[in-house]
């Protein structure tokens, strides 16, 4: 069953909506599987944001902030990390700076 923001992103009157849809569905499956808890907690939150975007919680100002708070959280947190690690978490910042802040706040 598909989740409430991919029904919301399908019914955005856009013809990249499938493709974002599809490319966001990747990039928080890959979020939420990732061995560092930090990247797995991002993509949660990610979705959880969306959901609400989604069934009206919030609006897209707020849901703007709290995507560009984990584009910056992942960001400092990326420091820390071992290489490996990095480039999973430029992997999230560079999707939520794509697909979201460029791709999905555009359409909404």
Same mark, same amino acid.
Request: with cysteine; aromatic share 6%; hydrophobic share 45%.
């Given at each position: 069953?598909?989740?409430?923001?991919?029904?919301?992103?399908?019914?955005?009157?856009?013809?990249?909506?499938?493709?974002?849809?599809?490319e966001l569905?990747?990039?928080?499956?890959?979020?939420?599987?990732?061995?560092?808890?930090?990247?797995?907690? !991002?993509?949660?939150?990610?979705?959880?944001?969306?959901?609400?975007?989604?069934?009206?919680?919030?609006?897209?100002? !707020?849901? !703007?902030?709290?995507?560009?708070?984990?584009?910056?959280?992942?960001?400092?947190?990326?420091?820390?990390?071992?290489?490996?690690?990095?480039?999973?978490?430029?992997?999230?910042?560079?999707?939520?700076?794509?697909?979201?802040?460029?791709?999905?706040?555009?359409?909404?």
């Open positions: 069953m598909a989740a409430d923001w991919e029904d919301f992103v399908s019914n955005l009157k856009d013809g990249a909506a499938g493709l974002l849809k599809t569905s990747g990039l928080i499956t890959n979020a939420k599987g990732d061995s560092d808890a930090f990247i797995k907690r !991002q993509g949660e939150k990610l979705e959880l944001y969306l959901n609400q975007l989604a069934n009206g919680q919030i609006t897209k100002e !707020q849901f !703007q902030g709290y995507v560009c708070d984990i584009r910056d959280l992942t960001e400092m947190h990326a420091l820390k990390m071992s290489v490996a690690g990095k480039a999973s978490a430029q992997r999230l910042v560079d999707g939520v700076i794509k697909l979201v802040i460029n791709g999905l706040i555009a359409m909404v």
